[in-house]
């Protein structure tokens, strides 16, 4: 019988980075999602993982920025409330369908188990940290601009990253 494990929201965090101008990042983070993993043991070898992020949460610290992200040039937040990301297995590398703007792609993410501890209330938790690499026009979001110098104003390669803790359920 598989364990099911619940996100722990108030130790997790999802961020990120874009290349802006082509001369610096500019970080984001969503701030509200949620996932659960179903695993076979305490291994994850053969887990399945599900996670949902809200569009309309994404924050850059920039409100007219985030907004824009919001909008039917980006994420279309409106229409496309969620991003889900789907697997069946969990290792050093996780693969599993991306869905952005009602676009799913496969993606692979890096992955780096931080193990299993039990809280000081009793509750089992294990941590997961995640890193990768997407290309942005693949879910749709094409929206740039040209810059006068050359170039343009928001690179195509997005990286993402996260910290997930999760509690084992009874």
């Known amino acids: 019988m598989a364990t099911k494990w ?3 929201p108030t130790h997790s965090e ?3 980075k874009v290349k802006h101008m082509m001369i610096s990042n500019v970080k984001g983070s969503f701030r509200i999602f949620n996932a659960e993993i179903e695993a076979e043991d305490d291994s994850f070898a053969n887990a399945k993982t599900t996670a949902t992020i809200q569009t309309d949460s994404v ?5 007219d920025r985030d907004n824009h992200l919001k ?9 496309y409330p969620s991003i889900t990301f789907e697997s069946q297995a969990l290792n050093d590398k996780v693969t599993g369908n991306l869905t952005v703007n009602g676009i799913t792609k496969p993606i692979t993410l890096d992955v780096d188990f931080g193990g299993i501890n039990v809280d000081p209330w009793g509750n089992t938790k294990a941590g997961f940290s995640f890193e990768g690499k997407i290309n942005r026009k693949d879910f749709g979001l094409n929206w740039n601009a040209a ?3 050359g170039g343009v104003m928001v690179s195509d390669e997005v990286k993402i990253a996260g910290e997930l803790q ?3 359920q009874a």
């Open 6 to 8: 619940n996100l722990d």
């Open 14 to 16: 999802i961020t990120f």
């Open 59 to 63: 924050f850059t610290n920039n409100t």
């Open 71 to 79: 909008s039917g040039e980006f994420f279309n937040a409106e229409e």
């Open 147 to 149: 810059l006068e110098a």
């Open 166 to 168: 999760f509690v084992k």
